[in-house]
């Protein structure tokens, strides 16, 4: 703001306009004006350090990206390697600075800057020793960013805080960071290409820049007007002639002593040659002046925040009207956010880092931690349905309760049900019947007998309950089996859990390939599936699920000349696989009765396998109301292994659990 003399004792203000600045080459000087004065990287400094709302902006971006550190990227890699790459995380300069506070300065220069430099000294095998941040306002470019000029000196500073450039600076010339020549301390120049700009940045955020010195301004006013308590609203005329100057004083004082308070008079004195007229009064007051400057605030802080491209205020601290404020809202915008801007900002300076980090002698990657603005909560129905049984009675204020070592006779029956099916039916069929007989808690029979206590089916039971059986269930043809576990329930809550489990991994691998493709949308299968350790099978039936549920976009195109697939997750994926009922996915967990299918199997076993369905856990919940028992108990009957004395209260089928797939035609 430049305040201008116009005559007859008036002043005119006028705001200076927030244009783009020039990069300006002057004959003689090695380097190129930073913007007509030199100075603007301090006016885009002073602005961050003056304007409240653009610094809670700048200062919120700037954790957000950094997240929480950077790590490791892969966890499997060999320990020499691994110690390598915390070596380099942990110190990169012999100041003793991390590469988190080495990567916090240089985003928060990219965020006030849109720019930043590195100073980078090799050592003598031509690896990168130290790396050190530099200030973005110390340094200048020659014309092509081949050699850069570092100085304190650019702008010299005055008392009341104002400044201009310097005549003569004194600098130090540095080469640009070259690989293919490897020595001395070079400036790495990190920014990213803007059409029609080559030499330095501008911000982001350069559309609101008047904004944001209206922002300033504001504070400025009203703090001049706190300090001094000098805020006009009465112009008093005396219109009885002109007095001298001592008069005038005198009189003022007078006026000063009698109706000036401790903050300051709030009225103006004018003396007037015209004598025909009596001293008047006049009203200088703005009408409703505290409801304009309460309008400029708020379209002040919008237009700030529309050109930092921030959708929710709350990110940053700052509630608006309008906004509740409650924790899902907050997590819908970070998620927004984290989508919008911090993705492509972290792949950014992973990608810097990670190739200087080789340069240092580092082979593996690192990322940056992503960070939450807020811890999730889980309902009660949630958090019931992951706590064990003490630790929600502990909760109700209960004891827990008395538990039971696990027998002998269970764990087996655990190690059965961790192998493949057949492997499971190998090892019952060379159990003796004694020995099944203690698996279940009975004691040994006599040989050759039947204990009473096992359950019989006549023929026309097991015709009532294969009838029962085919109401329910889907056709196999239906589906694509992903894989499938042989699985012997002793009761329903077994079978709950293991159910919770299955859903809980399809969930888990779901996210994990959203957050894969969230940041690379072209990353190929086989990368995904070496990423993630799960089969390539597996990750392509996970993906086409999510494709078919409308979690992602799938389409085919052009990159450098090569076709290539991207996988585009919707907005809210996440949020939306989170919500998602178990029973209504493409990618589910479903049972089945199997088996040999010979002329061996009793007439329920053939009966099941003629039915060749899958069913659901509601499905196999309402069958087991109608027949009066649980499902999981039904295997055929009391079953004779040929050709010996041994039995067993089973036969040679069994439940199996399925991951499947809903093929899309169907």
């Known amino acids: 703001m430049n305040v201008v003399n116009i005559g007859d004792g008036l002043l005119s203000l006028v705001f200076d306009d927030a244009a783009q600045p020039a990069f300006v080459e002057k004959k003689g000087k090695e380097y190129i004006l930073y913007g007509e004065d030199n100075c603007y990287p301090d006016y885009l400094l002073y602005l961050y350090n003056n304007s409240a709302k653009h610094s809670a902006i700048i200062n919120g971006k700037r954790d957000y990206v950094c997240g929480k550190g950077w790590v490791v990227a892969d966890e499997s890699i060999p320990p020499a390697e691994a110690v390598k790459a915390c070596t380099f995380i942990n110190r990169v300069n012999s100041d003793g600075e991390s590469l988190n506070d080495v990567s916090e300065k240089v985003e928060l220069d990219l965020e006030i800057f849109n720019g930043a430099y590195l100073q980078i000294t090799w050592n003598k095998v031509g690896q990168i020793a130290e790396i050190y941040h530099l200030d973005y306002t110390t340094g200048r470019s020659n014309k092509d960013n081949s050699k850069f000029f570092v100085s304190n000196e650019w702008v010299k500073y005055q008392p009341d805080g104002s400044y201009k450039a310097a005549s003569n600076p004194d600098f130090t010339p540095y080469q640009a960071f070259n690989p293919n020549n490897k020595n001395g301390t070079q400036i790495l120049y990190i920014k990213k290409y803007h059409p029609g700009i080559d030499i330095y940045t501008l911000p982001t955020y350069r559309g609101s820049l008047t904004w944001i010195s209206v922002d300033v301004e504001i504070g400025n006013y009203h703090l001049n007007n706190v300090k001094s308590g000098f805020f006009v609203n009465k112009l008093i005329n005396f219109n009885n002639g002109k007095p001298g100057p001592d008069e005038q004083q005198k009189i003022e004082k007078m006026f000063a002593n009698k109706f000036g308070g401790v903050r300051g008079q709030k009225y103006m004195l004018a003396f007037n040659a015209d004598s025909t007229k009596a001293a008047t009064v006049l009203d200088l007051n703005v009408s409703e002046s505290d409801k304009l400057f309460d309008q400029l605030n708020k379209t002040t802080q919008q237009e700030i925040f529309t050109g930092h491209r921030i959708t929710s205020p709350m990110l940053f601290g700052v509630k608006t009207e309008g906004q509740l404020g409650g924790r899902q809202e907050m997590r819908d915008a970070y998620e927004i956010f984290q989508n919008t801007y911090v993705n492509s900002m972290q792949q950014w300076l992973e990608k810097v880092f990670n190739r200087l980090a080789r340069f240092a002698g580092v082979q593996v990657p690192i990322r940056i931690q992503p960070a939450e603005p807020i811890g999730f909560e889980f309902s009660e129905a949630t958090q019931a349905q992951n706590m064990s049984k003490d630790e ?275």
């Open 392 to 666: 929600i009675r502990e909760k109700m204020g209960m004891a827990p309760e008395v538990k039971q070592e696990n027998t002998q006779s269970q764990n087996t029956i655990n190690a059965i049900n961790s192998l493949s099916p057949l492997v499971a039916n190998k090892v019952l069929e060379n159990l003796t019947s004694d020995e099944l007989r203690a698996l279940i808690g009975l004691q040994p029979a006599a040989p050759g007998s039947i204990p009473s206590t096992v359950s019989q089916f006549s023929a026309e039971d097991d015709d009532h309950d294969v009838a029962v059986f085919s109401e329910y269930g889907a056709d196999r043809s239906h589906f694509r089996i992903v894989k499938s576990k042989q699985v012997l329930f002793q009761d329903d809550q077994q079978e709950q859990e293991h159910f919770a489990r299955e859903v809980a991994d399809i969930s888990s691998l779901q996210a994990d390939i959203l957050d894969l493709l969230t940041k690379d949308p072209l990353a190929p299968i086989d990368a995904i599936s070496k990423k993630i350790g799960v089969d390539i099978p597996v990750i392509s039936d996970a993906i086409s699920t999510m494709a078919d549920d409308g979690l992602l976009t799938v389409k085919e195109k052009t990159v450098r000349g090569q076709q290539v697939t991207e996988r585009k997750p919707v907005r809210d994926a996440k949020s939306i696989l989170k919500k998602a009922n178990p029973s209504t996915r493409s990618i589910q967990v479903m049972y089945s009765y199997e088996g040999p299918q010979d002329s061996k199997n009793r007439p329920f076993c053939a009966k099941m396998l003629e039915l060749d369905r899958l069913y659901s856990r509601k499905d196999i919940e309402s069958i087991s109301e109608r027949l009066g028992y649980s499902v999981w108990a039904r295997r055929g009957g009391w079953y004779t292994i040929p050709g010996t004395n041994t039995h067993r209260p089973f036969c040679r089928h069994s439940w199996v659990s399925n991951v499947v797939v809903k093929e899309s035609n169907t």
